[in-house]
């Protein structure tokens, strides 16, 4: 077995860090912190050999992930100074993957000289029972495999400073004081998830969701309604899991799981590794943007303190319920990384753990107060653009806990009412705009809740980590090796804050905006020309769309034609007294309704139907077509596109606008002896009838559906504007609108525009 250069037996205990040299395991290679420690090892540490225990995902090996880290921005300035090919090949001679996971490890190599065990979950509130398999099972495997490997590394447990859970003072470098048993809390947590999955089962959970699904999807059809269920369900069994979780933490005096669950882990790291062999326990506080390498600003996504900084440069936050003169306790990734593999250099004997806060707080203070003025300052200067609200940046008073609190209820409550209201009033450009108003205050208001409830604790803690030992080791980093050190007093926060991290975390959200079209408004659906295809559709609903009608319109345009105005105003009489029924029927289901009121047909002969439809029914209709409706049409149809009209109702009501389209698909009625019957014979094409006979369509005609177009007016389309390409949301009802809206679909406005008999007639 090869020690590190300067450590191990007989190695001065004062003396300087050494280079490492050796096998080393990395865990957790592919986060932030993992991403940075192999470079720093690959760039400074050229005795080493790296595995990494890396869990392949669908279609890419733990070795193809290994492969594209080389690719970061982490590593570029290394990749600069010595060529891409020399990184390249220096990569595959020294970086090895282990294909494996934290809740599967597999056999380890039995020559292992040192184990930096950095892998846990990155949430705060996971869900109770993935909390504990990432951090404390996941320890607990690590350990037990390297037990069963026969190597006796070094091994340095990368933990958190916020184990100390709710307490005040100055928590120590020093193994946890807490009866917590960690074996225990396991197999309870594990078996928290059955008991839950149990409960969201019952008939009486079912039941109520059922309802909400169908208030809120009926229209979409009975599978929609399902999968609103089950996916209400599994999102009450996740916040149940995580409620579960936050309680237990706090119940035994911890923040969070994620506190709770790191501090399990050391105790288990003590338990299984410590007693017997050489641990050191790393406690970084808050981690953030590098200080200084690879290079300024690097970060891989945002941290911790980040959504928080991005809220307040949106406008987001208007309060806080910081307190003020408390400690944000942030260092650079830069500095853990340098602390972490001067710990490995410098093992402690067997049996005898050395703990190390890798922290500011105690030596070099940021206060709240100071952090949220920095930050203000830089977002004055510097607004985020194209952001409703980033203009105005907010002013805190950290007004205390209570009222911030009874604000976010307050705000959660006007956002609930106004999206109701929002859903009852009819659709318009003014109705959208406030539905995209009020959409994206919802979401403030959400990322405001979260915030608060998972920061709160953090940025309101009064606890002090003790750094003596931290502080010790750097001290022993060789002068010429100035990049290594982690001496946290050297940190000038305006200067980092204003210089180095908030231009990295602010040019890191713009990124992540453009890639995920964040903000950013749809085209129109006419922006562009057509692509000339003939192997796509564009298909259209009728009534809503195409033609500013219903089938209630439609059959009191068929009387009137048929009887004059004095039939259509008793018809429209008797409609009314049948209201409710029919109301009740259409928020139930579309196609209830329309079977419900088609059978207003019965007795009908159908010669009279038609006639009435030459004759009076199609002036009416087209006088209700909108214009812009048949210029898409002609454009689809001018490009090669096969047009296709579809309508619930009967097809003699549409055959008014039959010319205009390649194909009419509609409904027809029983006939007895010339006379209608009034049922339908076939089920309507509605909802995700229509998504099913369309994915049928396209199947047997050759027709690509990515490539697609569909047009529609109602939430009840929703399915099949769903399963095509490049959907339109026409004259949207409120829900339609609310779903376009979020699904970034385009939504235009086709009035009706009195089109003229001889209108149909041209190409």
Same mark, same amino acid.
């Given at each position: 077995m090869t020690i590190p250069r300067g450590a191990g037996t007989g190695a001065p205990s004062d003396g300087p860090v050494e280079r490492l040299s050796g096998h080393i395991l990395l865990t957790g290679g592919t986060g932030f912190v993992g991403q940075a420690v192999l470079e720093r090892l690959l760039v400074s540490h050229p005795d080493t050999r790296i595995s990494l225990l890396v869990r392949g995902k669908p279609g890419q090996s733990a070795d193809d992930r290994v492969r594209k880290l080389l690719a970061k921005p982490v590593f570029r300035p290394w990749r600069e100074a010595v060529g891409r090919d020399e990184a390249a090949r220096i990569f595959g001679e020294r970086v090895t993957a282990i294909e494996g996971s934290l809740d599967a490890v597999p056999a380890l190599p039995g020559d292992l000289d040192i184990v930096l065990h950095s892998a846990s979950t990155v949430s705060f509130d996971p869900p109770i029972d993935e909390a504990f398999s990432t951090n404390v099972g996941g320890a607990a495997g690590i350990y037990g495999a390297l037990l069963a490997s026969g190597a006796d590394p070094h091994v340095v447990h990368v933990s958190t400073c916020y184990v100390g859970g709710v307490r005040k003072g100055v928590l120590p470098e020093a193994s946890l004081d807490h009866d917590a048993d960690w074996r225990v809390e396991s197999t309870a947590a594990a078996a928290a998830r059955q008991r839950v999955e149990l409960r969201s089962r019952e008939p009486s959970v079912l039941k109520g969701l059922m309802a909400h699904a169908r208030a809120q999807h009926g229209k979409e059809g009975p599978r929609a309604v399902a999968k609103a269920v089950e996916d209400a369900r599994i999102d009450l069994v996740k916040r149940r899991l995580v409620a579960a979780g936050r309680v237990r933490a706090q119940s035994l005096g911890w923040t969070d799981v994620y506190t709770l669950t790191k501090a399990l882990a050391e105790r288990a790291a003590e338990e299984l590794w410590g007693a017997d062999h050489r641990l050191s326990v790393v406690r970084p506080s808050v981690i953030e943007s590098a200080l200084q390498h690879p290079y300024p600003g690097w970060i891989d996504g945002f941290k911790v303190a980040d959504p928080l900084i991005i809220a307040f440069g949106r406008g987001q936050l208007p309060d806080f319920p910081g307190v003020p003169d408390s400690v944000l306790d942030i260092v650079p990734v830069d500095f853990v990384v340098n602390a972490m593999l001067a710990a490995a250099a410098t093992p402690p004997p067997a049996a005898e753990p050395r703990y190390l806060h890798v922290a500011s707080g105690a030596s070099n203070p940021l206060p709240f107060h100071a952090m949220y003025g920095h930050v203000h %300052?830089?977002?004055?200067?510097? $607004?985020?653009?194209?952001?409703? *609200?980033?203009? /105005?940046?907010?002013?805190?008073?950290?007004?205390? &806990? /209570? /009222?911030?609190?009874?604000?976010? @209820?307050?705000?959660?409550?006007?956002?609930?009412? #106004?999206?109701? #209201?929002? &859903? !009852?009033?009819?659709?318009?450009?003014? =109705? !959208?705009?406030?539905?995209?108003?009020? *959409?994206?205050?919802?979401?403030? +208001? *959400?990322?405001?809740? !979260?915030?608060? %409830?998972?920061?709160?604790?953090?940025?309101? =803690?009064?606890?002090?980590? &003790?750094?003596?030992?931290?502080?010790?080791?750097?001290? @022993?980093?060789?002068? %010429? @090796? $100035?990049?290594?050190?982690?001496?946290? =007093?050297?940190?000038?926060?305006?200067?980092?804050?204003?210089?180095?991290?908030? $231009?990295?975390?602010?040019?890191?959200? /713009? +990124?992540?905006?453009?890639?995920?079209? !964040? &903000?950013? =408004?749809?085209?129109?659906?006419?922006?562009?020309?057509?692509?000339? @295809?003939?192997?796509?559709?564009? +298909?259209?609903d009728l009534e809503g769309t195409v033609v500013e009608s219903n089938i209630v319109q439609q059959r009191l345009w068929v009387l009137r034609a048929q009887g004059g105005q004095a039939a259509a105003v008793a018809e429209a009489g008797s409609i009314i007294t049948r209201l409710p029924a029919y109301l009740a029927a259409e928020r139930r289901d579309r196609g209830e309704f329309l079977r419900s009121f088609l059978r207003r047909y019965s007795g009908m002969p159908a010669a009279r139907l038609e006639s009435a439809v030459r004759g009076g029914y199609t002036d009416v209709l087209l006088e209700h077509t909108s214009v812009d409706a048949l210029q898409r049409v002609r454009e689809h149809r001018a490009a090669g596109h096969r047009t296709v009209l579809v309508t619930g109702s009967i097809g003699v009501l549409a055959e008014p606008l039959a010319s205009l389209f390649d194909e009419v698909v509609a409904g027809t009625m029983h006939e007895e002896d010339g006379v209608l019957t009034g049922y339908l014979g076939a089920p309507p094409l509605v909802d995700e009838a229509r998504g099913a006979w369309l994915a049928r369509y396209a199947e047997r005609g050759g027709f690509d559906l990515t490539g697609s177009y569909a047009y529609g007016d109602s939430v009840a389309d929703l399915p099949w504007l769903s399963i095509v390409g490049i959907p339109t949301a026409v004259n949207p009802d409120a829900r339609l609108a609310r779903a376009a809206l979020k699904r970034r679909w385009p939504i235009v406005d086709w009035p009706r525009g009195g089109v003229a008999r001889g209108d149909l007639l041209e190409p």
């Open positions: %300052d830089y977002f004055t200067a510097n $607004p985020i653009p194209d952001t409703p *609200g980033a203009e /105005r940046v907010p002013t805190w008073q950290f007004p205390g &806990d /209570r /009222r911030v609190e009874r604000a976010i @209820r307050r705000a959660e409550v006007v956002v609930g009412a #106004a999206n109701t #209201a929002l &859903d !009852r009033l009819p659709s318009s450009k003014r =109705t !959208r705009e406030w539905q995209r108003t009020m *959409g994206r205050r919802e979401r403030d +208001v *959400g990322n405001l809740r !979260r915030i608060s %409830d998972l920061y709160r604790a953090y940025v309101g =803690t009064e606890l002090i980590f &003790d750094d003596t030992n931290a502080l010790a080791l750097h001290a @022993r980093i060789p002068a %010429d @090796r $100035p990049t290594e050190g982690f001496d946290v =007093t050297r940190i000038d926060w305006l200067d980092y804050m204003q210089r180095v991290h908030m $231009p990295a975390v602010t040019q890191l959200m /713009r +990124v992540f905006s453009r890639s995920s079209g !964040r &903000d950013r =408004t749809p085209p129109p659906a006419a922006a562009k020309a057509l692509e000339q @295809r003939t192997d796509v559709l564009a +298909v259209f």
